[in-house]
């Protein structure tokens, strides 16, 4: 009975112990791998909010999964958004209508990019951010980042749609815990919060096509995605 109780404790220790280890390897990690979630609202150029007009054709809440050299975006209905597999340097674009598109990142949202310094600071979730701002053609971002929080932009360095990789080569792969987006030709401001912020490691297959999905081809370009 006392070698079955011993038995017992000891594989209880080494469980503790293997979680325990695990937890202080990811502390150890400087890059980020877990999950960020965000709540979305939109607004009006004159400040109205319209979450009721967009709410039919854009999120209100998405989380980010990341690790070093892959991420993905899903919905609060856990439908893909958006995934990037770094290994293949393979990007995909994904519709309500569990279709989606393959797309190539090497190709540019914008042809002219800046990035300025803001002059501002948040507090999101308990940590301190900075701000910084990169114009696009047709849309401007005001990011706001903890230093603490990155990823490694190597995967990235020809990620640049959105503009992505000149906002993560500026801040040294800091993600944003607040982004708000001005869309010029749509006439609108997104505003997207982190609400929840988790550090933890993550599966491979976190980052696997989803086999309910169906690949489309593009035929009209990027226009209708972006």
């Given at each position: 009975m006392k070698l079955r109780i011993l038995a017992i404790y000891i594989i209880i220790l080494s469980i503790f112990s293997f979680h325990a280890g695990a937890q202080d390897n990811l502390n150890r990690n400087p890059y980020f791998e877990g999950s960020i979630k965000y709540n979305i609202n939109f607004t009006d150029l004159q400040g109205n909010n319209i979450n009721k007009k967009m709410a039919p054709f854009f999120d209100l809440e998405q989380t980010m999964y990341v690790d070093r050299n892959n991420y993905k975006m899903v919905n609060q209905n856990n439908q893909h958004v958006k995934l990037f597999q770094g290994k293949y340097n393979a990007y995909f674009f994904f519709n309500r209508d569990n279709?989606?598109?393959?797309?190539?990142?090497?190709?540019?949202?914008?042809?002219?990019?800046?990035?300025?310094?803001?002059?501002?600071?948040?507090?999101?979730?308990?940590?301190?951010?900075?701000?910084?701002?990169?114009?696009?053609?047709?849309?401007?971002?005001?990011?706001?980042?903890?230093?603490?929080?990155?990823?490694?932009?190597?995967?990235?360095?020809?990620?640049?749609?959105?503009?992505?990789?000149?906002?993560?080569?500026?801040?040294?792969?800091?993600?944003?815990?607040?982004?708000?987006?001005?869309?010029?030709?749509?006439?609108?401001i997104e505003d997207r919060v982190a609400v929840d912020v988790s550090r933890r490691e993550l599966l491979l297959s976190e980052f696997d096509f989803p086999s309910t999905v169906k690949l489309r081809k593009l035929k009209y370009g990027m226009d209708l995605i972006w």
């Open positions: 279709t989606a598109y393959k797309i190539d990142q090497t190709s540019k949202s914008s042809q002219r990019t800046r990035v300025y310094d803001v002059d501002d600071v948040d507090t999101i979730l308990g940590y301190p951010c900075k701000a910084i701002k990169v114009d696009g053609d047709y849309r401007a971002y005001i990011y706001f980042y903890n230093p603490d929080i990155k990823i490694d932009i190597e995967p990235y360095q020809n990620y640049n749609m959105e503009e992505w990789n000149v906002y993560l080569k500026a801040v040294d792969g800091a993600l944003p815990l607040r982004v708000i987006t001005i869309d010029i030709r749509s006439k609108f």
